[in-house]
């Protein structure tokens, strides 16, 4: 027997003292719900789940941010409404304007409500603004820009952007190999020779025109023509000469071939070989073009050609101020959405005049273009929109999910936690009887000393 050493007593010490560590762990997952309170409890499921709780919070404000997206649509959409009821009440305008019923006294009272409306316009462009952050003043908009000297390839406007993301900067296009052809569909006039129609305005866009005959007089050699533009705007009409050529509206015509009443297509397009660079580097080469209703796309952009096509360089610059929206919890998930300038020079309404009957005519397809401008821009607003709100439910659902999987991790079973520290508590009980026990023992070496 020895009393020096009892290793009974240290046996029950040391289940005891790993035991009373058992209870306190479960004491503190009870009373923190959390499975995992410090790296040592799980590392591994640690570091999982705070990468999870990363993705959990930046999901929740992807989703914040996605609705504040659709707050600030709605509001450029609303403005633009106001703009289309008062584009409309303009084209009424002109409409009443061009009856010769009207005196001038009369058609300066509509000019007068015409101009005011066109000053609200402007007014809502400038205004109209989201968080102190303006939307409709071109400050939102994605857009190029060329000086007229830097146009050396005879480009029919500045390009237009067509991918939001397109990077801003100096662009230069050269053309070459430039060929401009041209093909007709005739029906029954017999004008059906493409090498008789000419483009005679260096200005008109290519694409497809359209030329009407109608009053074919075979003895009078009259008939009377008009030419579209590939925007389907009448461009001219007059009486012609069937005896000959005539110019109607820019284009030549081969009113000699005449010989009936009909229509013909009359397609204009240019190939040849077209490289853009941005500021010096190249980004895309298109050796062997062929345009598409007069336009050619390139590195994001849609250059418009009219007849003048030739090789050269035209110089332009891109301005990206669309707006980012952040609807993702990582780097690279944005939106961009661009929102155009929609004041009244942009819109082509700044100089309408219906003081005459013709200028209220001319009128008319000046508020048709802006009616479709901005229902274009309307249309563009609502399609993000829509998608925003699908964004919105993908990111709730995302986050639910991720959300569970995270808890499984991280919180704790109470469940579990209650019944195992119910039976540590019970064995803690025990081993400290135990250890009382223990410590009784060497008092059996009393026994030997009577």
Same mark, same amino acid.
């Given at each position: ?131 102190? #952050? ?32 397109? #990077? ?12 401009? $052809? ?90 040849? #070989? ?94 048709? $273009? ?9 249309? #563009? ?11 919105? $439910? ?57």
């Amino acid at each position: 027997m020895k009393i020096n050493s009892n290793i009974q007593a240290l046996n029950a010490y040391r289940n005891l003292n790993q035991n009373q560590s058992q209870v306190s762990k479960n004491l503190e997952k009870l009373s923190s719900g959390l499975r995992i309170n410090r790296a040592s409890d799980d590392a591994a499921g640690l570091a999982i789940s705070e990468k999870m709780r990363s993705q959990i919070r930046g999901l929740k404000q992807s989703e914040r941010n996605s609705m504040d997206g659709i707050s600030l649509m709605q509001t450029s959409e609303g403005a633009m409404q106001e703009m289309h009821s008062m584009l409309q009440r303009m084209r009424e305008l002109s409409v009443q304007a061009a009856n010769d019923s009207n005196t001038e006294y009369d058609r300066g009272q509509i000019q007068k409500e015409i101009d005011e409306l066109t000053k609200e316009i402007d007014s809502i462009s400038e205004k109209t603004e989201f968080n102190t #952050k303006k939307l409709l003043d071109g400050s939102s908009a994605v857009y190029a820009s060329m000086g007229e000297a830097d146009n050396g390839a005879g480009l029919a406007s500045s390009p237009m952007p067509e991918d939001t993301d397109i #990077k801003g900067g100096s662009y230069e296009l050269e053309i070459d190999s430039a060929d401009v $052809n041209i093909s007709v569909s005739d029906s029954g006039t017999n004008m059906d020779d493409p090498a008789n129609f000419e483009l005679t305005d260096s200005d008109m866009p290519l694409g497809d025109y359209k030329v009407e005959v109608e009053d074919y007089d075979s003895a009078n050699e009259s008939a009377k023509v008009t030419v579209f533009d590939p925007d389907g705007a009448k461009l001219e009409s007059k009486t012609v000469n069937t005896g000959g050529a005539s110019n109607v509206g820019g284009m030549k015509v081969p009113a000699g071939s005449i010989e009936g009443n009909g229509s013909v297509e009359v397609t204009a397009e240019a190939s040849g #070989k077209v490289t853009l660079f941005l500021d010096g580097e190249e980004v895309e080469t298109i050796s062997d073009f062929d345009t598409k209703n007069g336009k050619v796309s390139i590195g994001g952009l849609e250059i418009p050609f009219d007849s003048d096509i030739d090789n050269g360089t035209t110089n332009f610059e891109v301005t990206n101020n669309a707006l980012a929206f952040q609807i993702g919890p990582n780097s690279d998930q944005q939106v961009m959405v661009d929102i155009p300038e929609l004041d009244s020079e942009e819109l082509g309404i700044a100089d309408v005049d219906v003081t005459t009957s013709e200028g209220a005519a001319a009128a008319l397809e000046k508020f048709d $273009n802006a009616i479709n401008q901005v229902s274009d821009a309307r249309a #563009k607003l609502g399609a993000v929109q829509n998608r925003f709100e699908h964004t919105v $439910n993908n990111l709730q659902v995302t986050h639910e999910n991720l959300s569970s999987s995270e808890s499984r991790i991280r919180d704790a079973d109470m469940a579990q936690e209650m019944t195992e520290f119910t039976r540590n508590n019970i064995i803690n009980q025990s081993a400290t009887a135990m250890l009382a026990q223990a410590n009784q023992m060497p008092q059996g070496v009393l026994q030997l000393l009577q």
